[in-house]
């Protein structure tokens, strides 16, 4: 794979959060937010069965059928068929700007970029976002509730839960008629997997928990979501506040 | 005449001596480091896993600050740590860290380092950078660093809003948990064992 693709695949991990590892006994955590950690890890191990024995075999199969151009044109077909949520939610958290981009880059690419296949709005000053309902709820305020993990789907949390709702009810494909759905959903499962296969392999290589490793991994890539980009303490002042931390630093 | 010379001469040794001299600030310590990682990428398949791994390990161990990682990353385990076993930890930690940056910046792809800011934080600083894609993309990197003596050494990597140390704090934290601090150690060398075996 070509390096671009090696460096965002530790974000799209964190992104679309993949649920796979191998099977640990549950341990209590204090700041882990996990009080289900035990049925979690359950649903976590049956997902990374499925996945290692159905949908990566699959994805690898997709990739090596598939032309690099296609697959791009797949993905970015499928971005904007989901594209109707991101704008409801600069809707919600009164963004006019990006509104205002997002509107347009939805129109753009869905006429001229026919149907989404091809991405003319970036060029033309409107760029991607990335919002959904998990991180409006987070910019009201309300608190991430407990982590979880549900069959089929990747890392969640109670807050995240209505968003997952949220994002099949503003796709258009789930409107057309099952014969049309049911392929595009097959095929947008088969792209999602094989756009994160790059990440996986990075996760089966760094991770000595996997399914600690994702669960850290998603909640801080939501809070860093939420904010944009710019979490307000960053992880950074933790290390320097507590009295023990503190000490640490003395020893300099 | 003389002043011309002196002030070349001057220039000269400033321009030779900058790198080798130990960062006065912050963002040098990052740039330091980039500018190993921007070789290791353009050295890429030439220079094979084993010698991406062999120049960078001796950047890595003067950018970052392995002993004060260490601890942050063990966190309540490291008080009970025999001072033998502390000592291997921060050696296989270290050479983890030299396996994982040599496995992932093997290519180079017209890609460039920016640093955007710098800032105080108590008696740390952050440098934000980001890492740019020839189509535009960016990946957020941003470092959190404490003084040592002269020099500024990288205590914390934050990767699109990912902190390398609360992850590895909970991620070893479970492990300790289950296998303790030996068992710890023990994965870590295989993990660096698996990156080795993997490549040529």
Redesign the interface.
């Known amino acids: 794979m ?3 693709s ?3 695949a ?2 799209a991990l ?1 992104a679309a959060g993949l649920v796979t590892g191998c099977a ?2 549950p ?3 204090g700041d ?1 937010n996990d009080p289900m950690e035990g049925m979690n890890r359950k649903f976590y191990n049956f997902n990374d069965a499925l996945d290692r024995n159905f949908f990566e075999p699959v994805a690898r199969g997709y990739v090596k059928v598939t032309p690099d151009p296609v697959r791009s044109g797949v993905s970015r077909f499928f971005n904007n068929a989901s594209y109707l949520n991101v704008i409801a939610n600069d809707l919600l958290q009164g963004k006019p700007t990006q509104l205002a981009q997002d509107t347009g880059r939805f129109v753009v690419n869905s006429t001229v970029g026919v149907g989404g296949l091809f991405d003319p709005a970036t060029k033309l000053g409107m760029p991607e976002h990335d919002e959904d309902l998990g991180q409006t709820l987070g910019t009201y305020g309300v608190g991430e509730g407990a982590y979880l993990v549900m069959p089929m789907m990747g890392p969640n949390s109670l807050r995240d839960l209505p968003g997952t709702a949220a994002s099949v009810l503003l796709n258009p494909i789930n409107y057309l008629s099952f014969p049309i759905t049911f392929p595009l959903g097959a095929l947008a499962a088969i792209n999602t997997r094989a756009n994160l296969l790059e990440a996986s392999s ?1 996760r089966d ?5 996997p399914y ?2 994702v ?3 998603y909640r ?2 939501r ?3 939420i904010y944009d ?1 710019n ?1 307000p303490n ?8 507590s009295e ?2 503190a000490a ?2 003395k ?2 | 005449m003389f002043k011309l010379l002196s002030l070349t001469l001057a220039l000269l040794v400033t321009l030779v001596c900058a790198p080798l001299a130990r960062a006065a600030e912050a963002r040098q310590t990052v740039e330091i480091l980039h500018a190993a990682l921007l070789e290791a ?1 353009k050295g890429g398949a030439e220079l094979g896993y084993e010698g991406r791994r062999k120049q960078l390990a001796p950047v890595l161990n003067e950018v970052f600050d392995f002993q ?1 990682i260490s ?2 990353v063990t966190g ?1 385990h490291w008080a009970g740590m025999s001072e033998a076993q502390r000592e291997e930890f921060v050696d296989v930690f270290a050479q983890l860290s030299a396996a ?1 940056y040599a ?2 910046f ?4 017209g ?1 460039k380092f920016e640093t955007r800011a710098s800032e105080k ?4 600083e ?1 440098v934000r950078t980001v ?1 740019l ?3 535009g ?1 960016e ?2 990197l ?1 470092y ?1 660093l ?4 002269e020099a500024w050494r990288i ?2 990597v ?6 390398d ?3 590895k704090r ?6 300790i ?2 296998e303790g601090v030996g068992g ?1 150690i023990a ?2 060398r295989a ?1 660096v064992a ?2 080795e075996s993997k490549k040529p």
Do not use: C, W
């Not at chain 1, 290589?205 to 928990?209: G, T």
């Not at chain 1, 960053?234 to 506040?241: L, N, S």
């Not at chain 2, 934080?121 to 740390?124: D, I, L, Q, R, V």
């Not at chain 2, 909970?170 to 492990?175: K, L």
């Open positions: 070509h390096q671009k090696k460096f965002h530790m974000a964190l640990s006994a341990e209590g955590n882990s990075i290589q760094a991770a000595l928990d600690t490793f669960r850290e991994a801080q890539q809070e860093f979501k980009g979490p960053d992880d950074f002042e933790e290390y320097f506040e023990a931390d640490i630093l020893i300099y | 990428m004060t601890r942050l309540r994982t496995e992932n093997d290519a180079f792809g890609e934080k108590k008696n740390a952050v890492l894609a020839p189509d993309d990946v957020s941003n959190l404490a003084e040592q003596g205590v914390n934050i990767a699109e809003g990912v902190s140390i609360s992850l909970t991620e070893y934290a479970a492990v948990g289950r710890l994965k870590l993990k698996s990156y």
